[in-house]
């Protein structure tokens, strides 16, 4: 399995972005699809999460209503849209997969992971 992460860029505050994430490798029926992001000085933690064939989601509380994720079966790859960007925002974004269905899954229970792509968000 391979995840390739794009998207990342400079944006003001308030401004939007798209990240996308193309899976490759196998079919991903019975998958979970996730973003996670790392800021500078502190740990990886939870965005967003996609269960690949019923599309339903879960968000972390600090991107609710901000952030969409979503999934285009037919091209194999997944999106986090991110509206409404804020300073705290800023970070190395990475997407991840897993096995199963369980949309509250630990970040070490993620299988496969994509390189990172970079959202700095001025103020």
């Known amino acids: 399995v391979q995840l390739q992460a794009s998207g990342g860029g400079l944006v003001q505050a308030g401004g939007s972005l798209r990240l996308s994430c193309v899976a490759s490798?196998?079919?991903?029926?019975?998958?979970?699809m996730g973003w996670f992001r790392q800021a500078p000085g502190k740990d990886r933690e939870f965005v967003a999460g996609?269960?690949?064939?019923?599309?339903?989601?879960r968000y972390a509380d600090s991107v609710k209503g901000r952030f969409t994720i979503s999934r285009d079966i037919a091209k194999n790859t997944f999106y986090l849209q991110m509206n409404s960007l804020k300073p705290e925002d800023t970070a190395v974004y990475s997407c991840?997969?897993?096995?199963?269905?369980?949309?509250?899954?630990?970040?070490?229970?993620?299988?496969?992971w994509g390189q990172g792509t970079l959202v700095t968000v001025s103020s």
């Open positions: 991840a997969a897993r096995t199963g269905t369980n949309l509250f899954a630990e970040l070490y229970e993620y299988d496969y």
């Open positions: 490798g196998r079919t991903f029926s019975g998958f979970v």
């Open positions: 996609i269960s690949w064939s019923g599309g339903r989601t």
